[in-house]
């Protein structure tokens, strides 16, 4: 049971690696959830892209439409890994998912 919930800590933790790097890459000042959504559609091993692979669902649509989402967010020239930070829902959000 507790490899269960390692696997998770592990995904999750990566999940929020791909987010932070995509939010660089579109130089987006916040890690917003459009970003864990964009990280878990392009990540293979997802649950999210399981879903649409055992659906026969093709995401292109969905990742265009994430990406467009996520290129009207605030954008700043001078974002790094140093000085991004997670959005307020974010936080919060992961506060309530730790009980």
């Known amino acids: 049971m507790n490899t ?7 995904q999750l933790n990566e999940t929020i690696e791909s987010s932070v790097s ?3 890459h579109n130089k987006n000042q916040e890690v917003e959830f ?12 997802s649950l999210l892209n399981q879903v ?17 989402y996520a290129s009207k967010l605030p954008q700043v020239s001078t974002v790094t890994k ?3 930070k997670i959005s307020r829902g974010m936080v919060e959000a992961l506060q309530k998912a730790q009980g």
């Open 4 to 10: 269960i919930f390692e696997k998770l800590t592990n």
């Open 22 to 24: 995509l939010a660089l």
């Open 34 to 45: 459009v970003h864990i959504i964009w990280a878990l559609l392009t990540n293979t091993n």
């Open 52 to 68: 649409f692979n055992k659906m026969n669902q093709d995401k292109t649509a969905i990742e265009l439409d994430i990406k467009s």
């Open 82 to 84: 140093e000085n991004i």
